[in-house]
């Protein structure tokens, strides 16, 4: 039989947007991979009533309760001294809590080492509840069952919530695990999402295990492919033909499956094959190389880039003739193709990717429109262009720009066709 | 009479912790600095009963409901049908936003231009709501009184919900503040958050009207003055005085008020000036150029930047010596020096920052460790050099040095001191 559990996070400084829920998606990624359904989120903040309220709507709706934050001195215990009452549970003063707590704080200041009374009142837990000792931080979590429901706290930091949940309750909720939910993310570049999305459209309401998901990036999509079952194995199994046939269906334009990026992909290839990249940006002004060597491991191939923001440093500095540039324009053909055979000469590397065109707001003094770009690809012996006409405003144009790129690097290392 | 709103996120892919719920960060944020009070937040899945569930609580407990996501067509719509359900209102076809998102459609596929029959689907909005335009994407938002409560509906995708909040939502909630709120942001650099919190401490808890709350962002602090009069004269009015104190307590370390960047910064001296710029880059491999170029209007001064990710590349482009590079390796002073005055040649710029260091994961091959950086400066007949000692992971540490380099520019032409 399968379980729901409902997590509720405590805390004012999430209200006032100070941080964001960061708890909630660790503990729900954590919670999937179990196989335990997760329907609700609800953020209350330390006030005991409204704490108390939102306990009573989880408990009608959910087997497994999982609280983060509210516990220590700071907030006077809120969410264990709520939920303790909501449960009819007394609070007991937890002899090896205490001493555990006694022994943290040697550590922490072997100085003094002594706890003031508010720590101490860390020590009261639920009577007959499991403790979760905190090697992360002070406040210790606990978890109990009462009235057919699980109850888990958890401190709020995120430093010490993930680390708790997956030392201490992944064991106290053993057993109520069915079997397992397997991801597997399809990474598509050089289509858009409704487009994508409208292919699919039947084959995904069709399906009920496993699901197929679209989430759109930046000029990408991601196609997120859910399946449950008893064993890893056998949720594999399911995934494995809805994968083939999404492959059947778009071709070159799956990039990767779990793969992180674009980008990542480029990186993995040019070190299987020993090859340096380089880079000659106009438009997008440095995004390339700045996403390439966002990577860690970049500088095992990436050799350099040059930003020709203007006309003389195409010249002067990638070695692109005057003549082209005077008769064809900066954002033309012919200047992306020299871009990018000078910035292989220019930066000694293998592979050289170039990208000229109009970022917006306003189209070039040659009445070139926003979005016109193209993306040039030099190699030895070798040189390839494409034109691209990106959409939107001038971040997108910049990103999906840079995208094009890697994926021309990306078609050339795979030996795809690079139109 | 105050105002409760509460916040619902629609999207499964939030209850599978494949992202967090920024969204109910950014308007927790914005609808406090309205004095607009939340009490809870609600995550749902794609799944109508459960959102419907989670609506009729909402109700029950706020004034004000604002949903995120299950707009758009790969979620049928989710969000709007369920709410419209839920007032008692039907779905009616609006002609203006069919027309809108055709309009944005020609400028995302020039091509083609035309929208798929899932894309129309969204141009049906509840009877008698007040349409917000998608200015930043295609699913429109909206907002409708009924019940005594206010909905507001705004798209999922971070880019797009805050901006339309801002834009639409607001003035559609007017009337629901009573007076005005105004906030005045001062942005600091080069002080760490809890520096920072530590030296206003005291005076913030003081604080009632104004308000003072800082923001961390990446090595960055915002410190966010709020007041609330009956007029914006008068909130101006009790916003100078706190503006004028943390002015003299922090001096040049405030770089900006209702500034979006230290680059937007940078650019805006850079005009009034007539000064153009370049950059030469190592460890930030094309983030400061990356940054500055997200700018519009960037190439009025930026004249161009070099990726030098390696040694060859900053002998042979930007012109370091290789003695230099040999005794003092690539992250030190003298080389820092070097790039800047190689840029300023090869680029031709009036202005050149140059940037070498360790980003990690790993110190480099001479045991510099992670995190060191050298920041320089050259101009006409001067070059200044900025040792920093930069914390935290690979990604953080690019930031902050990128943000360095644009620190010193800026002080450079507001005549303060560099170090």
Known sequence: MSHTAELIAVGTELLLGNIANTDAQTLSRELSALGINVYYHTVVGDNPERLRKAVDIARSRADVIITTGGLGPTCDDLTKTVLAEAFGKKLVYNEEAARRMEAYFRKLHPDTGRMTENNYQQAYLPEGCTPFQNDWGTAPGCGFEAGGVRVVMLPGPPSECG?????????????????????????IFGMGESAVESRLRE?????????????????????????KADTEEEARALIAPVEADIRARFGPLVYGADVPSLEAVCLKLLKEQ???????????????????????????VFRGGVVSYTDQVKEHVLGVSRTLLEEYGAVSEPVARAMAEGARKVLGCDLAAALTGVAGPDSDDRGNPVGLVYAALAWEGGVHVKAIHAAGPRARVRTVSASWAFDLIRRKLEGLPLN
């Open 274 to 300: 020993g090859l340096t990249l380089g880079t000659a940006e106009s438009l997008t002004g440095g995004l390339a190389a700045k996403r390439f060597t966002d990577l860690p491991g970049a500088s095992a």
């Open 163 to 187: 680390p708790m949940f997956r030392a201490r309750a992944i064991p106290f909720l053993a057993g109520l695990t069915d079997g397992v939910i397997v991801n597997r993310s399809l990474r």
């Open 203 to 227: 084959q995904m309401n069709a399906m009920t295990n496993p699901t197929l998901a679209p989430y759109a990036k930046e000029g990408e999509v991601e196609l997120r492919i859910t399946a």
